[in-house]
C-alpha cells in the first residue's frame, strides 16, 4: 500500500519535471513559417490580409499571439466564420500551433488583416511582418505582394 502511494507519487513528479523542462524548450527554430504572402491591394484599400504557412517540429504546442508590421497602422489576427449563412470575418486572441503539425493561414480561413496601411500594397513587393508567439517569441518573416486576384503565395 505505502509502496505503491510512493510510486505513484513518484510517476507524478517525473511527469511534471518532464513536462516543465520540455515546456521551456521550444524555441523560434522550431517553428517554420512557409510562403507569407498578401493580394495586391485593388485601388485605394486601406486594408489588407496576410496569409502564411507555420510548421510546428516541435512536441510542444504553441500559439500565434501577435502580428505587427510597420506599413499598416494595426495588426489582427482574424478567422473566418459562418454567421446566419454569411462567411464574417472575427478578430481572435491566438491561433493554435499544435505540436507537430502544420497550421494554413490562407483565404477564407485564418489570417493576419492589416488596417491603414500607409500606401496600396504593390505587386512585387514585400514587407516585413513580426510575428509573435506564446513560447517562441517573434519572428520576422517577409510577406510577398502577389496579383490582386492571387489564390496562393505562388505565381501560376
Ligand atoms: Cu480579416
Do not use: C, Y
Not at 84 to 112: F, N, Y
Request: charged letters at 20%; zero cysteines; aromatic letters at 6%.
Amino acid at each position: 500500500m505505502l509502496k505503491a502511494f510512493i510510486t505513484a507519487n513518484l510517476t507524478v513528479f517525473l511527469f511534471l519535471t518532464s513536462l516543465t523542462a520540455s515546456a521551456e524548450s521550444l524555441t523560434a527554430s522550431d517553428l517554420e513559417v512557409l510562403n507569407p504572402w498578401a493580394r495586391a491591394s485593388a485601388g485605394r484599400t486601406e486594408t489588407a490580409a496576410a496569409f502564411l504557412t507555420i510548421r510546428n517540429s516541435s512536441d510542444q504546442a504553441d500559439r500565434l499571439v501577435a502580428a505587427q508590421t510597420d506599413i499598416a497602422q494595426t495588426s489582427e489576427l482574424h478567422t473566418h466564420l459562418h454567421e446566419e449563412g454569411v462567411m464574417r470575418m472575427r478578430q481572435v486572441d491566438s491561433i493554435d500551433l499544435p505540436a507537430e503539425e502544420t497550421v494554413e493561414l490562407a483565404p477564407g480561413g485564418d489570417h493576419v488583416m492589416l488596417f491603414q496601411l500607409e500606401t496600396p500594397l504593390q505587386q512585387g513587393q514585400s514587407f516585413p511582418l513580426n510575428l509573435t508567439f506564446e513560447k517562441a517569441g517573434t519572428i520576422q518573416v517577409e510577406v510577398k505582394v502577389m496579383p490582386i486576384g492571387a489564390a496562393g503565395p505562388k505565381e501560376n
